[in-house]
């Protein structure tokens, strides 16, 4: 290589140090050898240069996300196996994962029996948020209000109500596994009015919306509730079986074929397909 390529090399990385791309400072010996190489174009090179300090970027915004907004693991998009849940239209979720409903402030309300992905689709709609450098924060429904009871008890109600409507995404999972008192609704009633037009709230829960009335002990404040969620909300109702169970699916499916009548004798556990929210 002659001096002049080599200052030039040198150039440019410290352009890139004093820019703080170190992503593209790494990537960036890689992507000039195979230009050289012939094996690299001009446009494509760019795009790897900069791709290779977005990616960087990313992981670290997502670390950064995972200390403060309590995700309680890493779930994402490329990890879901669409293929085994059917009844989940890949366009209406990869849509979503764009994010133009986080511009829009609208909800996201994720129905469906045990297992079949809830959860897992709220967190990576909000790790993707967080990639893209949102605020995002995940609490049960539980969890949350346990964290408003003890606001209210210490005076500070009002403050934690302002931290959990900054997140421009707010998970609410598990609505509906476990029975919450009067005080806790009227807690999580306030939350969802703060949030209401100012943030986006990602909901995941086992019951349809008929039962949130049961849910939260209160009719009236559920039917309330649910009029605000749905204003601006797009729905993914899941039905289907529990992935969790799909390896007990694979032994039956073993099992079937040694056995003489396969579809009589041995069949997979099915939920119910008849509406929305079956109860787990
Ligand atoms: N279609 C799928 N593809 C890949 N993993 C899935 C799928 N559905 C569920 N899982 C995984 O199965 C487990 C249970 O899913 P989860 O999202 O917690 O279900 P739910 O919240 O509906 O009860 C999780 O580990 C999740 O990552
Ligand atoms: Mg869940």
Same mark, same amino acid.
């Given at each position: 290589?002659? &001096?002049?390529?080599? =200052? ?6 410290? !352009? ?23 094996? #690299?174009?001009? &446009? ?29 693991? $890493? ?5 879901? %196996?669409? =293929? ?10 990869? =849509? ?28 990576? @709609? ?10 995002? +924060? ?6 949350? $209000? ?10 500070? @109600? ?18 509906? +596994?476990?029975?919450?008192?009067? &005080? ?11 949030? +209401? ?6 909901? &995941? ?15 009236? !404040? ?7 969620? #749905?204003?601006?909300?797009? @729905? ?13 699916? %694979? @032994? +039956?499916?073993?099992?079937? =074929? ?23």
């Amino acid at each position: 290589m002659n &001096t002049a390529i080599r =200052s030039q090399r040198e150039v440019i990385r410290g !352009m890139l140090a004093d820019l703080k791309m170190p992503g593209a400072l790494e990537a960036v010996d890689g992507i000039l050898g195979d230009i050289d190489g012939g094996r #690299l174009a001009g &446009t494509e090179a760019i795009t790897r240069l900069l791709s290779a300090q977005i990616t960087l970027r990313n992981n670290r915004r997502l670390q950064t996300a995972m200390r403060s907004s309590r995700l309680p693991a $890493i779930k994402t998009l490329e990890s879901f %196996d669409f =293929s085994f849940q059917p009844s989940i239209k890949r366009e209406q979720i990869e =849509s979503l994962h764009e994010l133009g409903f986080i511009e829009r402030k609208e909800n996201v309300v994720l129905l469906g029996p045990p297992g079949v992905g809830k959860t897992h689709l709220a967190i990576s @709609l909000a790790i993707a948020a967080a990639q893209r450098g949102r605020r995002v +924060y995940y609490g049960t429904l539980i969890d949350l $209000i346990t964290s408003l009871e003890e606001a209210q008890a210490a005076g500070q @109600l009002n403050r934690r109500l302002s931290v959990l409507t900054h997140p421009s995404v707010l998970v609410v999972d598990e609505i509906g +596994y476990l029975p919450i008192n009067h &005080t806790g609704a009227v807690l999580f009633f306030q939350l969802m009015n703060r949030r +209401y037009e100012r943030g986006s709230t990602v909901m &995941t829960s086992n019951k349809g919306f008929e039962e949130w009335g049961e849910v939260l002990g209160d009719d009236v !404040m559920a039917a309330a509730l649910i009029d605000r969620v #749905l204003h601006h909300c797009h @729905l993914v109702n899941i039905r289907g079986n529990s992935y969790r169970m799909r390896q007990h699916t %694979d @032994l +039956y499916r073993a099992l079937q =074929s040694d056995v003489e009548n396969p579809a009589e004798a041995v069949r997979p556990p099915r939920q119910s397909k008849s509406r929305i929210g079956n109860r787990g």
